[in-house]
C-alpha cells in the first residue's frame, strides 16, 4: 500500500510551517510571520511509532472577500480532501476561533476524512490553557495543544494522526514481491503497461496528459516471478504544475518511488530523450533504485537494421549518469518485448540486492591498487587499508584510508569501476563512502 499522506492545512500565521519544520525535523519550509509566505506545497518524510508517513505543508487560506473566501477555502479543503489520508487542522490560541476557522471546519467534517485538531502556539509550560475550550465549537474533536515553536505537544498530536493509519498498509508487501514503480513523464505509456501486465483495462488510458492522477498498485504473479507494479502521475517541470491536485500527484509518485525496489523509467520513442527525463531518473538513482529504461512505443517509430543500436547509444549519452542503467525498448500497447521486461526487472532487484563478502572486495581492491596506484599529493601517498559492504538496496561499500582528502572523486569512480567489472552489479547505483583512519590504529 501507498505511504499516507498527511496535510497541513489552516489559514494565514497560524504556525504550519513552523509545525512542519518541526514534524519533520529540518528547517525546509519558509517561515514569516507575513502571510501568504508559503505558496507551493512542500513535502517531507515523517516517522512515528515506527509509522512512516508524507508530510505536506499547504499554503493559508487567506481572506480578502467573500469571494476569494470561498474559493480559496474550497481549493485547500478540495487539495486535501482529495489527496490526504489525514489532515492535521491547524488553529491558533491567541485569535482563538475565526469565522475562516468555521468555513474550514464545515467543508472538511462533510469530506469524511479523518481531521486532527491541532490549537497552536501553546507555548506556556503547565497547565493546559482554558481557551483552549472554545475550539470545541468547531466540532471537529478534541483539540491538541501544540507549540509548534518548542515541540511541546507534538507527541500527542503524532500519536492521533498515527491512530487513524491502517495498521495492515503499514506492513511491508510480501517479501517475495517485487516492488516496481513505473515513472515518467506524462502521456509516456505508463498505464497501458500496468494493463498490459495485467491483462485487463484497469487503468484509464487516454491521450490527454494528466489521467493519472494517483499511485496505484497492481500485483502480478507469472512465471517469471511476484511483482507489485505501481503506477504513477506523470512528473512534470515545477513550473507547468497547474494544479493543487496535481501538486499532490507529484508528491505520490515521488513517494511511489520511496517504497519501490525498481524503477521503470519510460520513455516516448518518438518524443525521444527531454530535460524532464534525467530529473526524474535522477531521483530513483539519489534514493539508490535499481533502474531500468524502457523505451517505449517502439512500434510507432520508423526503423533499419541500425535503429535501435543509434537509438541505444544516444540513450545512454543522454543517461550518461546512470550509465549502468540497462535501456530496453518496448511497445505496451502491442506487449513487444514485455516478457523480457520481466526478467530484467528481477535480474537487475537482485543485483540491487547483491552482497559481497569482505574477503572478496579486498582481493579486488589489492589487483585494483596494484594495478593503478593511489593519488598522492606533496609526497603523502593515499593508502587504503580495507573495504567491507555495510549494507545493500543499493549495494553501499565503506573505505578505510588514511586520508579523505587524498581520496580523489575519479579515484573512487576507479574503484566502482573495477568492483562492477569483477561482480556485475548492472541496473543498480553503487555508494562509496569514504572513513578517515589514523596512522597505526
Request: net charge negative; proline share 3%.
Amino acid at each position: 500500500m501507498s505511504k499516507p499522506i498527511v496535510a497541513i492545512v489552516g489559514r494565514p500565521n497560524v504556525g504550519k510551517s513552523t509545525l512542519f519544520n518541526k514534524l519533520i525535523g529540518e528547517r525546509r519550509a519558509i517561515v514569516d510571520d507575513t502571510p501568504g509566505v508559503t505558496r507551493d506545497r512542500l513535502f517531507g518524510d515523517c516517522e512515528w511509532l515506527n509509522y512512516r508517513f508524507s508530510l505536506i505543508d499547504t499554503g493559508g487560506i487567506e481572506m480578502e472577500s467573500d469571494e476569494v473566501i470561498t474559493s480559496h477555502i474550497r481549493a485547500q479543503a478540495k487539495l486535501a480532501i482529495d489527496m490526504a489520508d489525514v489532515i492535521i487542522f491547524v488553529t491558533d490560541i491567541r485569535s482563538g476561533v475565526t469565522a475562516a476557522d468555521h468555513e474550514v471546519a464545515s467543508l472538511l467534517q462533510k469530506s469524511g476524512r479523518p481531521v486532527v485538531l491541532c490549537v497552536n502556539k501553546c507555548d506556556s509550560i503547565g497547565a493546559t490553557p482554558v481557551d483552549i475550550y472554545e475550539f470545541y465549537d468547531l466540532g471537529i474533536g478534541d483539540p491538541i495543544a501544540v507549540s509548534s515553536v518548542h515541540g511541546h505537544g507534538t507527541g500527542d498530536l503524532l500519536d492521533t494522526v498515527c491512530s487513524y493509519f491502517d495498521e495492515k498498509a503499514q506492513e511491508e508487501e510480501d517479501n517475495d514481491a517485487i516492488k516496481v514503480a513505473v515513472i515518467g513523464r506524462p502521456n509516456v505509456g505508463k498505464s497501458t503497461l500496468i494493463n498490459c501486465v495485467l491483462g485487463e483495462q484497469r487503468m484509464i488510458v487516454s491521450n490527454i496528459a494528466g489521467t493519472t492522477r494517483d499511485a496505484v498498485d497492481a500485483e502480478i504473479e507469472n512465471e517469471y516471478g511476484h511483482f507489485i507494479f505501481i503506477d504513477t502521475a506523470g512528473l512534470r517541470k515545477r513550473g507547468k504544475i497547474e494544479d493543487d491536485i496535481e501538486r499532490f500527484s507529484a508528491v505520490r509518485a515521488l513517494a511511489a518511488v520511496d517504497r519501490a525496489d525498481v524503477c521503470v523509467i519510460m520513455i516516448d520513442a518518438a518524443e525521444g530523450f527531454a530535460e524532464q527525463d534525467s530529473k526524474i531518473a535522477g531521483y530513483a538513482h539519489e534514493q539508490g533504485k535499481g533502474c531500468i529504461i524502457a523505451v517505449n512505443k517502439w512500434d510507432a517509430v520508423e526503423k533499419d537494421g541500425k535503429t535501435m543500436d543509434v537509438q541505444r547509444k544516444k540513450y545512454m549519452n543522454d543517461f550518461s549518469f546512470m550509465s549502468y542503467a540497462p535501456i530496453i525498448f518496448i511497445s505496451a500497447k502491442e506487449k513487444i518485448r514485455i516478457d523480457r521486461l520481466y526478467e530484467l526487472i528481477k535480474f537487475v532487484d537482485e543485483q540491487n540486492a547483491m552482497r559481497i563478502s569482505t574477503g572478496m572486495l579486498n582481493e579486488v581492491l589489492a589487483r585494483a591498487t596494484a594495478k593503478v596506484q593511489p593519488p598522492s599529493d606533496k609526497g603523502r601517498r593515499l593508502k587504503i587499508y580495507y573495504i567491507t559492504q555495510p549494507s545493500i538496496r543499493p549495494p553501499t561499500f565503506v573505505l578505510f584510508c588514511n586520508s579523505a582528502e587524498l581520496f580523489h572523486f575519479s579515484y573512487q569512480r576507479y574503484i566502482e569501476n573495477q568492483i562492477r567489472e569483477t561482480f556485475g552489479l548492472e541496473g543498480t547505483p553503487v555508494r562509496l563512502l569514504i572513513r578517515e583512519r589514523g596512522e597505526g590504529k
